[in-house]
């Protein structure tokens, strides 16, 4: 009777350790919008390599993604804006730190135009007037007879901040502008919408036209591309960042240390944004 007993646990046990799933190990990443087909990228190359890990990637924004992290929803956080020290402070908050910041990609920050405008650069200066409705009509800067129609990010997204910090300078968009919620969704409008201007990662300008930008009136135009993002002369560029909230270890650790190696920044090439090595 003991023996068969033993046989049954042994039996039960098994079946409990298999059904666990016991050596799989799962990695959950969320945030910026920017980041949702680089993280995916990296994640199906690095499972190829490793399955028995599970990376799971979902966007919804960088504000979403660094919440995430705070209420303890998500092992990474994906984000195209430095983490703010609001968040910061509800991360230490709640879990005693202030969390792991890791730059993984640069980006350039392009401004989308319909292919058929006659538009091919504009000045910054010329940038904040039209998101902030100081001009109006593109005949203002050499182009058709038509009122602009502006295409925005939602305001939980790391893009927008970065645009309306570092690009309009803190003055409020116009309140003409229409609000889309992700970077694909403003290429889409702009690549149907003659009259449509829109900004966002430059690795998802298909179907638009990507302008040129002239920090000033004085200035040559330079288009987001590796070359002139390297070298700083195209104006609008950022680093593309993962945060955790401690400093990461095993499966997670190998995982960032992979998308940081020469492979994994070939993807980051491969995808349309721009090496950090």
């Known amino acids: 009777m003991m023996q068969m007993k033993k046989h049954i646990f042994l039996v039960l046990f098994l079946v409990t350790f298999n059904a666990g799933g016991f050596g799989e190990e799962k990695i959950t990443v969320k945030g910026s919008d920017?980041?949702?087909?680089?993280s995916q990228r990296w994640a199906e190359k690095y499972m190829t390599a490793n399955p028995d890990v599970t990376i799971q990637v979902t966007g919804g924004g960088s504000g979403t993604?660094?919440?995430?992290?705070?209420n303890g929803t998500t092992d990474i956080a994906n984000s195209s804006r430095p983490m703010k020290n609001s968040e910061r402070d509800k991360l230490k908050e709640r879990?005693?730190?202030?969390?792991?910041e890791i730059k993984c990609a640069l980006d350039g920050l392009a401004i989308y135009v319909h292919?058929?405008?006659?538009?091919?650069?504009?000045?910054?200066?010329?940038v904040k007037d039209i998101y902030t409705a100081k001009i109006r009509n593109w005949k203002e800067v050499g182009g058709a007879d038509k009122k602009i129609i502006l295409y925005s990010r939602e305001n939980n997204s790391g893009t927008y901040v970065y645009f309306l910090e570092n690009v309009l300078l803190g003055e409020d968009f116009a309140a003409t502008a229409q609000y889309l919620p992700g970077t694909a969704s403003v290429v889409n409008a702009v690549a149907k919408d003659?009259?449509?201007?829109?900004?966002?990662?430059?690795?998802?300008?298909?179907?638009?036209?990507?302008?040129?930008i002239k920090k000033d009136e004085n200035s040559p135009g330079y288009r987001p591309n590796l070359e002139?993002?390297?070298?700083?002369?195209?104006?609008?560029?950022?680093?593309l960042y993962m945060y955790v909230r401690n400093r990461p270890e095993g499966s997670m650790k190998a995982f960032i240390d992979w998308t940081l190696s020469d492979e994994g920044q070939t993807i980051v090439s491969e995808v349309g944004y721009f090496p950090i090595r």
């Open 228 to 239: 002139h993002i390297a070298s700083g002369n195209y104006p609008i560029s950022r680093y």
């Open 95 to 100: 879990f005693g730190t202030r969390g792991i």
């Open 115 to 126: 292919k058929n405008n006659p538009v091919k650069e504009l000045t910054l200066q010329q």
């Open 34 to 38: 920017t980041m949702v087909i680089l």
């Open 194 to 212: 003659e009259s449509g201007i829109g900004y966002g990662g430059s690795a998802y300008g298909e179907g638009i036209t990507e302008l040129a």
């Open 65 to 70: 993604g660094l919440s995430a992290l705070i």
